[in-house]
């Protein structure tokens, strides 16, 4: 949930930096444009690399999960094959 918050930050923060940039720019309409079209890209960069970062994070966790239920799967056959024999050993 930090990288969602964190994400939701970034893209408020590249809201409010681009009014203000609107505000403050002493340069001609077109290179001011062009500069906040420049920050805006390099901001979008950066939130894309965190929504990247965040989605391997969640792809790494559940991969990790994913193993460990086969395991515990793997485990229970096992543990259940032993208890067949046994119950079969026991019946002969």
């Known amino acids: 949930m930090k990288s969602a918050k964190f994400l939701l930050s970034a893209i408020a923060g590249v809201a409010i930096g681009i009014q203000i940039g609107v505000l403050i ?15 805006g890209d390099n901001y979008l960069d ?11 994070g969640v792809t790494e966790k559940l991969d990790k999960v994913n193993k460990n239920v086969a395991n515990v799967s793997e485990d229970g056959k ?13 019946i002969k």
Request: net charge positive; proline share 3%.
């Open 78 to 90: 096992d543990r259940v094959n032993e208890l067949n024999k046994e119950v079969t050993n026991r």
């Open 46 to 56: 950066e939130i894309n690399a965190q929504i990247n970062k965040f989605i391997d």
């Open 25 to 39: 720019a002493p340069e001609k309409g077109e290179e001011t444009r062009k500069r906040l079209s420049k920050k």
